[in-house]
């Protein structure tokens, strides 16, 4: 089946220093697209940011991600966190069929230190 | 901005009772999904609907049901609630035009414990 998979059930990074989340993902459709999504402390899950295009960088409130195929990989990365970072984050696969599934990665919690 | 309004927001359940949760969107989005969220499993899609009158078998569907009677309405059903089943649900609906256009609307969740 369709899966995904984020290896850090926890990261923890000083404010100001590089930052990267890793999702992989199997499947067998072809036409897919992957968010990341963010949840805050008692809040729900919103959209980071999307992809659909291989070996295409996205960019959003200083996150961004490349989706490549040839290693099925969507990693998140930031150049420098910041407190306000900390928060859950969760990789998701979103497949083009007559039901529309969208699978979630079990997330990971990103930790901020000052 | 997209709305999805889950009710109740929290709930006491017996085990052995019915359970009801309930989900309104008003985003006229065609999908709508149920997920449950627990600590080391991220979020688990329970069921999934593409359309009125449709529903889908996610991952976990064992021991739910869903019924969608409307574009806005997605409902989650316990008939027979379990300790198991204490989690957090949410809701989220869904526009169509390629899974790119497919981004997620979530409702603020539902905190339901069965004693």
């Known amino acids: 089946g369709d899966s995904v998979t984020q290896t850090e059930g926890l990261v923890t990074v000083t404010e100001g220093l590089p930052v990267k989340l890793n999702c992989t993902y199997q499947t067998t459709y072809l036409t897919i697209a992957f968010f990341w999504y963010v949840q805050y402390l008692n809040e729900a899950p919103q959209v980071l940011l999307k992809?659909?295009?291989?070996?295409k960088r996205t960019e959003h409130q200083g996150f961004h991600a490349t989706l490549h195929k040839s290693s099925s990989s969507f990693h998140l990365q930031k150049s420098s966190a910041q407190l306000s970072d900390s928060a859950l984050y969760y990789c998701?696969?979103?497949?083009?069929?007559?039901?529309?599934?969208?699978?979630f990665g079990t997330g990971t919690r990103l930790q901020v230190l000052p | 901005e997209a709305a999805v309004t889950q009710s109740p927001r929290n709930k006491v359940a017996v085990t052995g009772g019915k359970v009801t949760l309930s989900c309104n969107q008003t985003?006229?989005?065609?999908?709508m999904y149920w997920y449950r969220q627990d600590t080391g499993h991220g979020l688990r899609l329970i069921h999934y609907s593409y359309g009125a009158g449709s529903t889908e078998k996610g991952d976990i569907p064992d021991g739910y049901k869903a019924s969608r009677p409307s574009q806005e309405n997605f409902s989650l059903i316990l008939e027979l609630a379990t300790p198991s089943q204490t989690s957090v649900y949410f809701c989220?609906?869904?526009?169509?035009?390629?899974?790119?256009?497919?981004?997620?609307?979530f409702g603020a969740g539902t905190r339901l414990s069965v004693l």
């Open positions: 992809s659909s295009t291989d070996n």
């Open positions: 985003n006229n989005h065609n999908n």
């Open positions: 998701a696969l979103s497949v083009f069929s007559n039901t529309n599934k969208v699978v």
């Open positions: 989220a609906s869904g526009g169509l035009g390629g899974p790119s256009q497919n981004t997620l609307y």
